[in-house]
């Protein structure tokens, strides 16, 4: 009845073994003779009340397993993306510093963009953040993550942990973009580096508006960092594209602001095998 006992033993052993367990319950003596019908049906009665109880429980264990299995299965990008939302969430105080210091229990980051990029991917991305050159310095900069995008194959082919995006409209949430300055000059920023945060939308003719999480010293438009608040947040961002599609300058926080053309990349994370 029913896929027999819970040990999955539908021989008449296991059978016995159920009768005998339902009547110590009921501190009974054993019976002394099979032939007591309505011994039998109390114990099949119980039996089955238990079998049937057990199978409307929650099966917790494969639950867990499916989560574990779900984390794991997410692609490179959407780890990025998400260890970038759940440090924006979990910020509480920060400031822009090209030296990171960082405090996460009482949510406190001094950052710059590339050092935010840093703690990303070496938290969601640490195989791909490796890829990066550093150029003998501790952690790579903007023009290193701009070198290193721009260097990649525009396919999933070949080795480098990266894959370049062309198109600024084909980006998704989860890469990120670079660009270097023009002038590199001793001592002074080399770029900058965002987190692409939504899908970018067409805002004009060959304009593109995108939402980024990055830190910066200057907030963009409708950004999160107000009242001269500097480091982490979130904001928008406007890129002129040129008849290919690719970004060739931004605007840093209005759609009609100032325009700095400066070589431009993006990249995508990609996933080992």
């Known amino acids: 009845m029913g896929g027999g006992p819970p040990s999955g033993d539908d021989s008449e052993k296991g059978g016995r073994r159920v009768t005998m367990h339902v009547m110590s319950l009921s501190a009974e003596p054993p019976p002394t003779t099979r032939s007591d019908p309505r011994r039998i049906i109390l114990a099949l009665l119980l039996a089955a009340c238990t079998a049937w109880a057990r199978a409307g429980e929650p099966d917790r264990s494969a639950a867990n397993d499916g989560a574990v299995a779900t984390v794991a299965a997410r692609s490179a990008p959407e780890r990025i993306l998400a260890e970038g939302r759940r440090l924006l969430a979990g910020m509480r105080d920060s400031r822009y510093s090209h030296k990171t210091v960082v405090d996460e229990k009482a949510g406190a980051y001094a ?38 995008f721009s260097a990649a194959p525009a396919d999933d082919k070949g080795a480098g942990g990266w894959r370049r995006v062309v198109r600024l409209m084909d980006a998704r949430p989860g890469d990120l973009i670079a660009w270097r300055n023009v002038e590199q000059k ?12 939504e899908p970018p939308a067409l805002d004009g003719k060959g304009r ?59 990249g995508r994370a990609k996933d080992p095998g």
Not at 186 to 197: F, K, R
Request: hydrophobic letters at 40%; glycine letters at 12%; a neutral charge.
């Open 186 to 197: 001793p001592g002074t920023s080399t770029g900058h580096i965002v987190l692409v945060d």
């Open 208 to 266: 593109v508006r995108v939402a980024v999480i990055d830190a910066t010293s200057s907030p963009h438009g409708n950004d999160t960092r107000t009242d001269g608040a500097t480091g982490i947040g979130r904001g928008t961002m406007w890129f002129d594209v040129d008849s290919d599609g690719k970004a060739v300058g931004c605007r840093w926080k209005s759609r009609n602001g100032t325009l700095h053309e400066v070589p431009t990349a993006i």
């Open 111 to 148: 950052v710059d963009c590339s050092g935010l990029a840093v703690l990303i991917l070496r938290a969601a991305a640490a195989e791909q953040l490796a890829a990066i050159p550093r150029n003998g310095r501790s952690r790579p900069r903007a023009v290193e993550f701009y070198t290193a």
